[in-house]
């Protein structure tokens, strides 16, 4: 039976699409399956660098859609977990080196022997996100609780439906607690109602994601962060499994007053 | 000190509902490509059609397009002060 292949996309760039693939393809990996993440930002690779695998780099995406190499010598095998692969977007080359026909074949391919196919798509709505989803079965919309992440989420929603990508799940990036407490952040309610999609999970603003980032280690590997923690939940629903949405409350003496003097606003939903 | 508190606890000039209230009007507007000069226009042929026939409260029309999950309705909130101009109006 052929893998998913799963499209991770934003429009807006700069929500953390590269890290949650990062994430979700080892945490999936984590689980025993064999997983391949595709790098489809042609031209500004950063998969690699996520991943830690920069150095071991030979030959990428752009030249095996060429035929100037074979499938199996560009596919990086991760150390640190079995079955997990990255197949790197070309440095040096533009977005239209490669056409959505290609990529559909290449992701047909990569399909026939992974579990799991997920492909990190450039920001943007031209030929790079096009590409990225042609060969898809499947899209998870990355979001931020901010106007413009959620507004070009939006966007995006639209143009999948557009190309045959119906029920995209949602992933909100970068939710603060303590700034949702203050009613100085779009909660996860508001989000979800104002897109109305799916929700598959949300992940904290975590300071670890940046120290995992730094070491090259996705932080779904590192144990028992907040962040760890919620791209397991995900990954676990992705399996299919009903994982509950965990409280991301932090314990706070605001809140532990609030809840004293009866004043206690509805909890952070999370993760 | 007290005004801190009120607002915490109150919330009325949370920065959230306005984040809230100004996506869910650009989103209408990005689905349907409407833009607010357009829904201007709208409503103002929307009250002259409407004021051959009834006399309208000129304080408080508001036309508006709201989306409910996937639909966008147009909502059209148009005060009438009476039905006097029907005759007028030839029927």
Known sequence: ?271 | MLEFFMRLFRGEDQSKHVAKERLRLVLVQDRTSLSAQALEALKEDLIAVISKYLEIDDSGPEVVLERDGESIALVATIPVKRAAGVARAGR
């Open chain 1, 1 to 271: 039976m052929a893998g998913r292949v799963i499209v991770i996309t934003s429009g807006k760039g700069g929500v953390g699409k590269t890290t949650t693939t990062a994430n979700l393809g080892a945490g999936l990996a984590m689980l025993g399956r064999r997983v391949c993440l595709v790098d489809a930002d042609i031209g500004l690779r950063n998969l690699d660098v996520v991943m830690g695998l920069e150095n071991r780099i030979v030959y990428d995406l752009v030249e095996v859609v060429e035929g100037h190499a074979r499938l199996r010598n560009a596919l990086i095998k991760d150390k640190r977990l079995d079955g997990l692969f990255l197949l790197p977007a070309a440095q040096t080359r533009e977005k239209d080196a490669v056409t959505p026909e290609q990529m559909k074949a290449l992701c047909a391919q990569l399909a026939e022997e992974f579990d799991y196919v997920l492909v990190d798509s450039p920001a943007g709505i031209e030929h790079g996100f096009r590409n990225a989803i042609a060969g898809a079965h499947e899209a998870i919309i990355v979001t931020t609780p901010e106007v413009a992440a959620v507004r070009d989420a939006d966007r995006i929603t639209g143009l999948l439906e557009a190309n045959e990508l119906s029920n995209p799940k949602l992933i909100i990036n970068r939710i603060r607690p303590q700034m949702v407490r203050r009613g100085d952040m779009l909660d996860i309610d508001d989000v979800i109602e104002i897109l109305a999609i799916e929700l598959l999970g949300v992940v904290p603003d975590d300071e670890s994601i940046i120290v995992a980032t730094n070491r090259g280690e996705p932080v779904v590997l590192g144990g028992h962060t907040k962040a760890a923690q919620a791209y397991r939940n995900i990954v676990r629903r992705i399996e299919g499994e009903e994982v509950p949405f965990m409280q991301i409350e932090e314990d706070g003496w605001m809140s532990r007053l609030r809840n004293l003097v009866g004043l206690g606003r509805k909890k952070v939903r999370g993760a």
